[in-house]
Antibody, heavy 114, light 107 residues
Framework: QVQLAQSGAEVKKPGASVKVSCKGS????????LHWVRQAPGHGLEWMGW????????NYAQKFEGRVTMTRDTSINTVYMELSSLRSDDTAVYYC???????WGQGTLVTVSS | DIQMTQSPSAMSASVGDRVTITCRAS??????LAWFQQKPGKVPKRLIY???SLQSGVPSRFSGSGSGTEFTLTISSLQPEDFATYYC?????????FGQGTKVEIK
């Protein structure tokens, strides 16, 4: 069964960037989309966008356009989500998920604090 | 953006109760709707896709219905493991948007 393993928690200062990785347990170059969803503490789920690991094609929520970049490295079955110009309201758990079905990564807490 | 409004935002129910959660879309989304369950500190889990299709492995007490702008998630007989927060998601138009969540608590 495919599993997704995300990188560890991060603490960043306002204005900095963070890059979260999501590594699949098997070949990522198949016909699915890898989505990123975030959840601020005590709040609901927010869809950020997706990347097609095979083609590299991306689709970002307009809210994050210009600040988010999703990339992939097929040689190591890993996708990345980089968020720049961090603000305190970017503090959240960031999840990757294959097609928003299964699996999901375990989540990565990103804390933005001065 | 399409707004997804869930009701109620929170509810108390007893084991064995029939529970219905509603999700309304600000514009028509045909059946491009999914339901997720999330327990505290856990990863979301998809229960329903295409408005009414049960995800493999999900108990049959969960069901979804609706089309267009109004959708429901029904739990026919609430079990102790069903106490959680439930979210709907529209994936008809970008950006995909979640409802604000419905927290189902023990009465």
């Amino acid at each position: 069964q495919v599993q997704l393993a995300q990188s560890g928690a991060e603490v960043k200062k306002p204005g900095a960037s963070v890059k979260v990785s999501c590594k699949g347990s098997e070949n990522t170059s198949t016909g699915y989309y890898l989505h990123w969803v975030r959840q601020a503490p005590g709040h609901g789920l927010e869809w950020m966008g997706w990347i097609n690991p095979k083609s590299g094609l991306t689709n970002y929520a307009q809210k994050f356009e210009g600040r988010v970049t999703m990339t992939r490295d097929t040689s190591i079955n890993t996708v990345y989500m980089e968020l720049s110009s961090l603000r305190s309201d970017d503090t959240a758990v960031y999840y990757c998920s294959r097609d928003l079905g299964a699996p999901w990564g375990q989540g990565t807490l990103v804390t933005v604090s001065s | 953006d399409i707004q997804m409004t869930q009701s109620p935002s929170a509810m108390s129910a007893s084991v064995g109760d029939r529970v219905t959660i509603t999700c309304r879309a600000s514009q028509g989304i045909t059946n491009y709707l999914a339901w997720f369950q999330q327990k505290p500190g856990k990863v979301p889990k998809r229960l329903i896709y295409a408005a009414s299709s049960l995800q493999s492995g999900v108990p049959s007490r969960f069901s979804g219905s609706g089309s267009g702008t109004e959708f429901t998630l029904t739990i026919s007989s609430l079990q102790p493991e069903d106490f959680a927060t439930y979210y709907c998601l529209q994936h008809y138009i970008y950006p995909w948007t979640f409802g604000q969540g419905t927290k189902v608590e023990i009465k």
